[in-house]
């Protein structure tokens, strides 16, 4: 019998040093850039420049520094998942159990680095750690929907070196190269009765590491110190994992493959308006070409399992307050639509949701800053299917998070 067996989020996603939560953003997209930019739902983030971390949205926004700048963090994100109304059938014995779940949520850290070296008026480089994707989930050992529950563990990071040109008083051009590590575990368990009949642990098993290399082109064009736009585009690449992957019904037990994750590019526009000496507001329209994942594939193994994702959207919008020399404040609010169109997944809930967003600047002098950030992201009730030739599930999935970052400036 030749059953394929759905989940999603899987394998490797692209860019930070941890593990990242899989609910940050649609599809597996990670927001953990910035402690500054989660304070104000990423708004306009893409040009402000206030620290070394705007060369993760948009390399050309570093023609904003006249020395170096170097700024380290981290953003905790935890989850609050569930699954209602849930029922699980098992085809070979024809009966329904209970498959609700409350306890899928967990929380994990994100850090991110950014240093910045202005070489002259004209030229300035940097590097940086961060991530734009990742994904982790895990229901319980008995969770009654087995094959569509399972364990998803992906660490992942991405390293980049970006440069800017400012070709006029007004423009400034940037580009960068990115070199994407990703490593996963994940196992789909088999249901008591298939696991008897057919002697088998598990349905999918799948243990596997790569890389893959990216680049982004950035411009930014000042209308005065006050105004300002930018735009930056990110070639995502697809990941080549390497390790082993077991496949009930292609392979008979684990062996050596590759596993193929095709990521999508991502475009996004921001503006920054410095209104009056005390405050500013910015926003930002993100692109991110999901319809680019459309199936994930091993080698040797085969189609694990067909996606067929559509292109989302994130749309932001924030402001902030200059109190005074020490304190700055700020707030956002993005609507971020869902990656999951037709065919949506127990194991990944995906929904279009809302950030409600508040942070904080204290700089102790001249040369040093430390941010705080915090969201609530609140997801919808989505409504799920799905079936294989053994089972089948229904149920309704909710998905919230909190999410605080921590962060500190500097520049020499």
């Not at 409504?383 to 999935?397: K, W």
Request: no cysteine; proline share 3%.
């Amino acid at each position: 019998m030749n059953v394929s067996f759905p989940y999603k989020r899987t394998l490797i996603a692209s860019a930070l040093a941890l593990s990242a939560v899989h609910i940050h953003a649609a599809g597996f997209q990670l927001n953990a850039q910035s402690a500054t930019g989660l304070g104000r739902a990423f708004a306009g983030d893409a040009v402000i420049g206030d620290n070394a971390s705007v060369i993760a949205r948009n390399p050309a926004a570093m023609s904003l520094f006249d020395r170096p700048a170097l700024s380290v963090g981290f953003e905790t994100i935890t989850t609050d998942i569930e699954v209602k109304n849930g029922s699980y059938t098992n085809n070979l014995t024809s009966s329904s159990s209970d498959a609700n779940s409350d306890s899928i949520g967990s929380t994990s850290i994100a850090p991110n680095f950014y240093y910045i070296r202005p070489v002259n008026d004209k030229f300035a480089w940097g590097v940086n750690a961060y991530s734009n994707f990742g994904t982790k989930t895990e229901f319980e050992d008995d969770y009654a929907g087995y094959e569509y529950g399972g364990k998803t563990d992906v660490v992942s990071a991405n390293f980049g070196l970006v440069g800017s040109y400012k070709a006029t008083d007004q423009l400034t051009l940037g580009a960068g190269i990115d070199a994407v590590y990703g490593k996963g575990t994940f196992t789909r368990p088999a249901n008591p009765t298939a696991s008897a009949l057919l002697s088998i642990d598990n349905l999918l098993e799948v243990e596997a590491d790569g890389w893959g290399f990216g680049y982004n082109l950035g411009l930014m064009f000042e209308l005065d110190q006050n105004n300002r736009f930018g735009f930056d585009y990110h070639f995502s690449p697809d990941i080549e994992a390497d390790g082993e992957v077991y496949r009930y019904g292609s392979t008979t037990a684990k062996q050596s493959d590759t596993v193929i994750m095709p990521l999508p590019d991502i475009a996004e526009f921001s503006g920054y308006h410095r209104i009056a000496p005390e405050y500013a507001v910015h926003y930002s329209i993100q692109f991110i070409r999901w319809s680019e994942f459309k199936t994930l594939e091993a080698k040797n193994a085969g189609t694990i399992n067909t996606y067929n994702w559509q292109d989302a959207m994130h749309y932001s919008i924030g402001g902030t307050y200059y109190m005074n020399d020490a304190w700055e404040l700020r707030a956002g609010y993005m609507y971020d639509t869902s990656a999951q169109d037709q065919k949506r997944s127990i194991s990944v809930p995906d929904s279009d949701r809302q950030w409600f967003s508040a942070g904080v600047t204290y700089k102790p002098d001249d040369v040093s800053s430390i941010d705080f950030g915090a969201t609530y992201l609140l997801g919808e009730d989505v409504d799920v299917a799905e079936n294989n030739a053994l089972s089948s599930i229904t149920g309704t999935t909710h998905a919230n998070a909190i999410l605080l970052g921590l962060q500190y400036s500097r520049s020499f």
